[in-house]
């Protein structure tokens, strides 16, 4: 994969390398804490449809960069808050016969760091109905 400046494209078809299926781009980069880096990855299909999203907290772990939390979110998720003690993750939930373009809940999730795991940990999961126009 082509990087720099926080965006790059790769190809799905390993005879055509330049071809840009996918773009990836930094979303967000930034500390938390004095030892906690958030990072959200957007993936945009460029010949297809739809997307991901990935949000990983780095730390040190043992003298080592490690992931402290990481996740991946179908289109999209927004980043509500982030600090050394708690990430609250909002997305899209799909159900039932809802369209792929369109769920219709929203879900929160609130983790919280755990000294004992040295990780986060989801401590509370909920979905509300996503307001119609």
């Known amino acids: ?5 926080g965006t ?7 005879d055509n390398p330049k071809q840009c299926d996918w ?3 930094v979303d967000e980069d930034r500390n938390i804490s004095d030892d906690r880096r958030l990072i ?4 945009e299909h460029m010949i ?4 991901w999203m990935d949000v990983l907290v780095l730390g040190c772990r043992a003298g080592k960069v490690t992931a402290l939390f990481y996740d991946e979110f179908l289109y999209a998720v927004d980043v509500e808050e982030a600090s050394a003690d708690k990430l609250v ?6 159900v039932g016969s809802d369209p792929h373009c369109c769920p219709s809940m929203e879900e929160r999730q609130v983790y919280v760091w755990s ?3 040295q990780k986060y940990v989801l401590e509370r999961d909920y979905s509300f109905p996503i307001a119609k126009p």
């Open 40 to 43: 959200v990855v957007d993936s």
């Open 8 to 14: 790059g494209c790769y190809s799905e078809d390993e």
């Open 115 to 117: 000294k004992d795991a």
């Open 23 to 25: 773009k990836v781009a």
């Open 89 to 94: 993750l909002k997305f899209g939930k799909w």
């Open 1 to 5: 994969m082509d990087f720099s400046h």
């Open 48 to 51: 297809g449809t739809g997307g």
